[in-house]
């Protein structure tokens, strides 16, 4: 069996039952991030003779005993998780050789389970975009098809993961950047509550939205992964000291009953091929004993404004710190994105401006905060597509500067209202596949990677693999 | 200057003395301490970092707040105040903007030229934010350059705005002396003027006494500039930047014009200001709410039991000392100047009850005040002995008291060059040894002659 394949469930299983070693894995792994990273340009750095060193201390400590079951589990991670000792770029020129002094909590929840860290993966530089084709380094191209784009900002996180290229990933969203990645690459994207997942360590793009979480071959996997990142931090106010949920336990329990909503507001906005497989994967959930509600949300559109404002707001205060004086880079290191966010961000702010522009945009994020909590007493979740269409052609989002905006439409009210949604597979066009996201009220993951896995297991669409591999 | 009223307003800004910084667990206490050795990722700004409020500090800063009447909001937040400079790990400083930890506060001086007459400075609000670091500009193998050190940066700062209620330099000094007083009463901070701890910057502009009647009206006639003297180190440097500027407004308004709006800075050694940034040139700071930090929530319950942690403060101290011991104001006031004293004063009297002595408060105040005596080096106790031994008749041999004298100043060289080095509380000590030599017989005012004398 290749084992470049496994999930983080059966590589668990297989490490504990002795079928292979850490080593083993990680050396397949690498065997086949050689030939094809050159295709995919998935990571930024690779770190082999590291996770080598790692896959054979976790298989030694396992030998003596050890049963932490993440030992020796490889996994990628995106480049604005700082690690330390190891180059964090976030993908952008002014960091390009920027080596953290710490590790992220996040990092270090994982290295602390035990896990091998292969190597930093591609993104749109600062997680600005949806494409990875603003990298300052290199565009990252979808393992599906590679004319096409793999969708960002965790873009090289998502591909990692599509081409088996690694056991699992870890990315980041502050509005649709591991959801539209997940969706365009075919693969589970799990965006948590905000606050459920430390940001201390990450690259901030717009505190007041970013949410790092994993990204996997299946919802089992997610539903693995999010504990060991998960939790209060004391580094970071804003994560929630509520309790975490037995996830794995809450999976197998099925949607019996379950309310699933459903909005015309956002099922219009798709292209009609993605709209039909959303509307089919519904009629499967529904088969499985759930009932289909009609809800009405407010229109998504409205988000793109608040959620531009905001975020470039945050972003504008959050790249200041990059004057020249550090890091060894200069100011014009700064690709065109950065430079028009933190313009726009500025302006938003200036005197003069700022009630007209992020004041108003507060008061409709807490508007679109109340929509939810309205919707949500009536129903358990919402079912929607991911992105309005499969993955663009190379180059799609070099002519449009709302390129992201305009493809993250369907998940950015959520992220607005810091909730929590999953993205998964629900059908092909030609080789490309279709996302599925599930919506839940704050805190709520256990909730939604059941009807996640509850749809998974009942159909086949997690079985295909890209031509490439 | 009689044609004119000066509008006066001062910021103040009090770094505290809690363990650790405003947003991490360095040690705050960086004083002396080797460049850059009290950081970590957060007080850096590295990339990632993230703050996480001090609670002892926000509780530190509604002690000040209620300990100068202010109003304490239930709610509150942190913001983001936007700008660049090299001392700034962040690019912008994590401030109070529209929602400060106290507002509407008020502080009662009794400014020494008006008598019996007291005067109340309306306090406009008192909030939280982090300190910078240090640039510290100097020449590294023969070339020009700037260093940083961030041991300062994200120390806890509070910062005290008044309402421009202050008509005169004398009385913004009264101001800053009394609020100097309290903070060292609250123990939140050493305000430490020469340290840094306690920075002032004083708001001046003056406008035509004609217009006084209009100022009744409200706050509408405020003359249309205002200049702000930035970062003064001293009480003394606050009052002569606050006349100089005053002078220098009068003759601009004289001549027919209006002096610029404007920051200027104090240069100590020529005790003049200099302009530093002009109105145009001023920053937007853009501030907006710290998404990093959730909002402050306080309770009823919280706010009464920071209330209950305010020591007994310099007014009432004075009142209950005038009150308890039959002090004069006068009196009571000088003891009540600095903390230590006072306490020094009432260990003093508790010995007094300890050994029925007949010594009247007033009779230690006396030696307080105009004795000098050490507190450093005379404890309370050795001061009762000395003036009981005062008190008392001579019963010494002048021979032998002159030879147990010269024994003294022999065993006590490092006081004896104390006081000849001008400190004059150092012959208390001295007293104090010969007072022990002779087991209390000598009289302490004839040894203090004869020590002096011996000393000259």
Redesign the interface.
């Known amino acids: 069996m290749d084992l470049s394949e496994l999930t983080v469930t059966e590589t668990i299983k297989g490490l504990y039952q002795k079928k292979f070693s850490s080593v083993d894995i990680t050396r397949s792994l690498f065997e086949k991030i050689k030939p094809l990273d050159k295709k995919i340009k998935a990571f930024v750095t690779i770190d082999s003779e590291n996770a080598l060193k790692k896959a054979e201390e976790a298989d030694e400590k396992r030998k003596k005993g050890d049963a932490r079951p993440f030992l020796g589990v490889p996994f990628t991670l995106k480049d ?3 690690t330390q000792g190891l180059r ?1 770029t ?1 993908s952008a020129k002014v ?1 390009e050789n ?1 080596i ?3 590790d ?1 909590t996040i990092s270090k929840k994982l290295k602390d389970a035990g896990v091998v860290i292969l190597g930093k993966t591609n993104m749109d530089a600062w997680a600005h975009g949806s494409s990875t084709e603003t990298s300052d380094f290199f565009t990252t191209l979808n393992p599906w098809d590679l004319e096409k784009l793999p969708g960002g900002s965790s873009g090289g996180s998502a591909a990692t993961v599509a081409a088996d290229l690694t056991i699992g990933s870890i990315g980041t969203e502050t509005a649709g950047s591991i959801r539209q990645p997940a969706s365009w690459c075919g693969v589970v994207g799990l965006k948590p509550t905000y606050g459920r997942v430390s ?6 793009m ?3 939205l970013d949410s790092p979480g994993p990204m996997t071959k299946t919802v089992e996997d997610a539903a693995l992964t999010l504990p060991v990142i998960a939790g209060k931090d ?5 994560t929630s000291s509520i309790k975490l949920d037995d996830y794995l336990v809450n999976l197998k329990k099925g949607v019996k009953n379950l309310k699933v909503g459903i909005s015309e507001e956002y099922q219009k906005i798709a292209e009609p091929i993605v709209r039909e497989a959303v509307e089919k994967a519904l009629k499967t959930i529904e088969k499985l004993g759930a009932i289909i509600v009609p809800v009405k949300l407010l229109d998504p559109t409205y988000s793109i404004s608040v959620y531009t404002i905001l975020q470039r ?2 972003v ?2 959050n ?3 990059y ?1 020249g ?2 890091y060894g880079e200069g100011r014009e290191k700064f690709g065109e994105e950065a430079k028009r966010r933190i313009m726009l961000g ?1 302006y938003a ?3 003069g401006y ?1 009630d007209a522009l ?1 004041g108003k945009a507060q008061q409709i994020r807490t508007l679109i905060v109340e929509d939810f909590k309205k919707v949500f007493q009536k129903i358990d979740c919402i079912i929607a597509p991911t992105t309005p269409c499969v993955a663009l052609p190379l180059g799609s989002s070099k002519t449009s500067p709302m390129f992201g905006e305009v493809q993250d439409v369907l998940v950015e009210p959520s992220t607005i209202a810091g909730l929590p949604g999953i993205t998964l597979r629900c059908g092909f066009v030609g080789e490309l596949p279709i996302g599925i996201q599930i919506i839940g009220p704050q805190f709520s993951e256990a909730l939604i990677l059941k009807v996640a896995y509850a749809y998974e297991q009942n159909t086949d669409w997690h079985k295909r693999k890209p031509n490439i591999i | 200057m009689n044609n004119y009223t000066p509008i006066i307003g001062l910021e103040i800004h009090v770094e505290l003395a809690t363990k650790s910084k405003m947003f991490c667990g360095c040690d705050a206490n960086y004083f002396g301490g080797k460049p850059n050795t009290h950081t970590c990722p957060v007080c850096l700004g590295l990339p990632g970092a993230l703050p996480v409020p001090n609670k002892k500090a926000i509780e530190w800063c509604i002690r000040i707040g209620l300990a100068l009447n202010c109003e304490i909001p239930l709610h509150s937040k942190f913001d983001r105040k936007n700008y660049f400079y090299p001392d700034l790990p962040k690019g912008y400083q994590i401030s109070q903007y529209d929602k400060p930890f106290a507002v509407n506060g008020r502080l009662v001086i009794k400014p020494f030229a008006r008598g019996p007459l007291t005067k109340t400075v309306r306090i406009r609000r008192v909030h939280m934010e982090e300190d910078t670091g240090k640039l510290i500009h100097a020449t590294v193998d023969g070339e020009k350059c700037t260093l940083i050190d961030f041991n300062r940066s994200g120390v806890p700062l509070v910062e005290i705005v008044t309402e421009p209620d202050i008509r005169t330099s004398e009385e913004a000094r009264d101001f800053l002396k009394k609020l100097h007083q309290i903070i060292r009463y609250l123990g939140v901070s050493d305000a430490d003027m020469e340290k840094g701890s306690m920075r002032l910057e004083p708001n001046i502009s003056i406008r035509r006494k004609s217009e006084k009647e209009k100022e009744r009206k409200g706050e509408e006639n405020l003359p249309k500039y205002k200049v702000e003297v930035k970062n003064i180190n001293s009480f003394n440097f606050a009052k002569k930047a606050i006349d100089y500027e005053i002078s220098r407004h009068i003759e601009l308004l004289d001549s027919g014009e209006t002096p610029k709006q404007e920051t200027r800075g104090w240069d100590e050694k020529k005790n003049i200001t200099y302009s530093q940034r002009s109105k145009e040139e001023a920053h937007d700071y853009r501030y907006f709410p710290e998404p990093d930090i959730p909002p402050i929530v306080l309770s009823e319950k919280e706010k009464k039991r920071i209330r209950e942690t305010i020591p007994e403060l310099p007014d009432a101290r004075t009142e209950r000392f005038i009150k308890d011991y039959g002090l004069s104001e006068y009196d009571a006031s000088i003891l009540i100047d600095d903390k230590d004293t006072s306490e020094y004063f009432e260990k003093s009297i508790q010995q007094i009850t300890n050994n029925k002595q007949q010594i009247t408060p007033k009779v230690i105040a006396n030696w307080i005040i105009n004795k000098k005596a050490d507190k450093s080096t005379v404890s309370p106790e050795e001061l009762i002995k000395l003036i009981t031994a005062k008190q008392q008749k001579p019963q010494m041999d002048a021979t032998d008291l002159d030879l147990i004298i010269k024994k003294v100043i022999e065993a006590n060289p490092k006081a004896v060059g104390n006081y000849k080095s001008g400190k004059e509380g150092a012959i208390m000590y001295l007293i104090g040894q010969v007072m022990r030599k002779t087991k209390g017989k000598a009289n302490a005012s004839q040894v203090r002659n004869l020590l002096t004398n011996l000393l000259k």
């Open positions: 604005n998780i700082c964090t976030a960091l920027y953290p002094q710490y992220a940001r201390y360590g990450i690259i901030s717009g505190s007041s004391p580094q970071d106010a804003t707001a945050e504008s205060a790249l200041a710190r004057d004086i550090r500025t702010l200036s005197a700022y992020y």
